[in-house]
């Protein structure tokens, strides 16, 4: 995707958004920088 497209489709969704401010930590950086990361399904086989 061009740069110029992605911009103006970002833009676009965003137009009308509501930020929302939240705190507390990350659940996600927590696991991350504890090594935990992202743990993957079952395969078959």
Known sequence: M???LATAAV???LHHAHIVLTEGSSLRLIQATSGQGVVPLN???
Do not use: A, E
């Open 43 to 45: 395969q078959p086989g």
């Open 11 to 13: 833009d676009r969704l």
């Open 2 to 4: 061009p740069k110029t």
